[in-house]
């Protein structure tokens, strides 16, 4: 099932300098972004909160990812919550619960750039209830497509991220060629059979820029967790510099972690 929400017209791309061979860098082309599952309200959100929004604003990113977002009765949308505290946000949550339900969980985007086109995709298979959200935004003059998701979970459904992946990228390929950024928590290790038609395509992005960042587990193990890097920040071959990718929130504050995921970052230059 797809749905898409036109906000406004498509940026037309400019046409390029038929002799610049070698494009000077550009700080208006470069974008921040930034995936990071919150846990929902699970530990201590109350403690927690203040721990998240505090890395995302130091973080300062052009666009957030976020997986595991719940809103409830007593429980404001925790992405709407954030983009407020932040300032300058707006939000994109996506989820398979319907509108108007009191309970809703799912994944958002949170962007300070213009939103040109927003979408939402269910997975298959649907009773996993796993989502993509679009995004489209203007960087230096054109549209760059967005692309966040949170695949299933269990290490040994290899298959079910299989076919996950494989609708996520027949959603983004589809789309008309707008250089394309896949984020999001992928329950697997970038090198993962599952993962070979996204490496044939997309960058690791903290792979390419920091071997030894992407060594380290997104998992914070001190939760049970396995040591495992499963937050990815995938980048269109040949569309973009990575100018930077790390870690961050990957510290607990006073005994307190911000999530039981620490986030990843890149700073990227469109070419």
């Given at each position: ?9 498509l ?8 002799c610049?061979?070698?494009?000077a ?13 919150i ?35 007593d ?13 300058g ?62 695949l ?98 990957d ?16 700073r990227?230059?469109?070419?």
């Amino acid at each position: 099932m797809l749905t898409r929400r036109r906000l406004l017209p498509l940026a037309v791309a400019l046409p390029l300098a038929a002799c610049a061979a070698v494009p000077a860098a550009d700080s208006s082309a470069e974008l921040t972004v930034v995936t990071f599952n919150i846990w929902h309200d699970m530990g201590d959100w109350p403690a927690r909160r203040p721990l998240v929004i505090a890395a995302l604003r130091h973080l300062d990113a052009d666009v957030i990812a976020l997986q595991e977002v719940l809103q409830d009765t007593d429980l404001p949308n925790q992405a709407e919550d954030i983009a407020r505290a932040l300032g300058g946000y707006s939000v994109h949550f996506v989820s398979v619960d319907p509108q108007g339900q009191t309970r809703r969980y799912g994944n958002a985007v949170l962007t300070r750039l213009p939103v040109l086109e927003s979408g939402e995709h269910r997975l298959r298979p649907l009773e996993d209830s796993r989502t993509l959200a679009t995004v489209r935004v203007p960087v230096n003059g054109r549209p760059v497509q967005i692309a966040a998701t949170h695949l299933h979970h269990t290490p040994e459904g290899g298959a079910m991220r299989a076919s996950q992946i494989n609708d996520v990228l027949a959603v983004i390929g589809a789309e008309d060629d707008a250089p394309t950024i896949l984020l999001g928590d992928f329950n697997a290790s970038a090198e993962v059979p599952e993962f070979m038609t996204v490496r044939n395509g997309y960058i690791d992005a903290l792979q390419s820029a920091d071997p030894v960042a992407a060594a380290r587990s997104t998992l914070v193990t001190a939760h049970g967790h396995r040591s495992e890097r499963i937050d990815h920040i995938f980048v269109q071959r040949g569309r973009f510099d990575i100018l930077y990718a790390a870690l961050a929130a990957d510290q607990p504050v006073v005994g307190v972690w911000p999530s039981d995921h620490v986030a990843v970052v890149a700073r990227l230059r469109v070419r």
